[in-house]
């Protein structure tokens, strides 16, 4: 496959999957936040207590536009921040127990529809899918000085 057929097929791969993650944010669970809100529930259950700049850097956002964002979590209170107690400069991001019951229903509805999305494939495809996009995914991680 040339390389302008393989990003082809990367473009689009992504904009589906950004399109079923707008679409579950817009429906699954009947609540105002947008897809980089949910993006930063994830981390931060992900990542567990992180700082504001780490989840800012694993998302790629500029600082200020995260802020904003997690300010509009943190008045929805689906987030806590808290100063570090070493450094009272860095603040602590958690979800509150709403934070983590809408960051598992949106889990749950993302799961299912690739769920639904996978069934349409054989045992040993999903498979060779699965770990290809594993394998992808760790060479990404191995390269990801050449775009940041």
């Known amino acids: 496959m040339s390389t302008d057929n393989l990003r082809t097929l990367f473009q689009l791969v992504a904009r589906r999957y950004g399109f079923l993650n707008e679409y579950c944010c817009d429906t699954c669970c009947g609540q105002d936040i947008n897809v980089s809100q ?13 700082s504001m700049r780490d989840v800012a850097n694993a998302l790629g956002v500029d600082i200020t536009t995260f802020s904003r964002q997690v300010k509009a979590l943190i008045d929805k209170g689906y987030v806590l921040k808290t100063p570090h107690p070493e450094d009272q400069r860095v603040h602590l991001l958690s979800l509150t127990e709403k934070g983590k019951g809408l960051e598992h229903d ?16 054989n045992d040993e495809d999903r498979k060779t899918v699965t770990k290809s996009v594993e394998l992808l995914n760790t060479a990404m991680k191995k390269t990801e000085n050449l775009c940041c």
């Open 106 to 121: 949106i889990d749950d509805e993302m799961n299912n529809n690739l769920e639904q999305i996978l069934s349409q494939l």
């Open 38 to 50: 949910s993006h930063i529930l994830f981390e931060v259950s992900r990542q567990h207590n992180p």
